[in-house]
């Protein structure tokens, strides 16, 4: 079983920028997994924020975050990292990164159902 573990998270205020991590063991990182990052804010679904295959070449973002977010493999390669710029009140949420054994399409990479290990999560607060 693949374990993930998040970090970075905390109270922002708008327009700031925040780096979240994930980092894998295990087969979480496996060269034909994807990775990808949803977020669940009080009282509302999980919604997908952005996915990576491990290598790179496909890489899906939300409307709402296109263009401010950016998910990137870190040089270790077990590390996945979601930047955030321009962060919006309406960004605040847990976020997870999860993992899947497998690739994805553009459509079922949006489906939490696809991953089957996630992360604990961490919190995002965007306040003024």
């Known amino acids: 079983q693949a374990q993930l573990v998040e970090s970075g998270g905390g109270l922002v205020q708008p327009g700031d920028s925040l780096r979240l991590s994930c980092t894998g063991s295990g087969r979480a990182f496996a060269p034909y997994s994807t990775i990808g990052w949803f977020r669940q804010a009080p009282g509302k679904e999980r919604d997908f924020v952005a996915a990576?295959?491990?290598?790179?070449?496909?890489?899906y973002y939300a409307d709402s975050v296109k263009g401010r977010f950016t998910i990137s493999r870190e040089t270790d390669r077990n590390t996945v990292s979601l930047q955030m710029n321009s962060v919006k009140p309406e960004d605040t949420a847990v976020y997870y990164c999860a993992a899947s054994g497998g690739a994805c399409t553009n459509i079922s990479c949006r489906d939490r159902r696809l991953y089957n290990s996630w992360g604990q999560g961490t919190q995002v607060t965007v306040s003024a």
């Open positions: 990576m295959s491990f290598r790179g070449s496909n890489i």
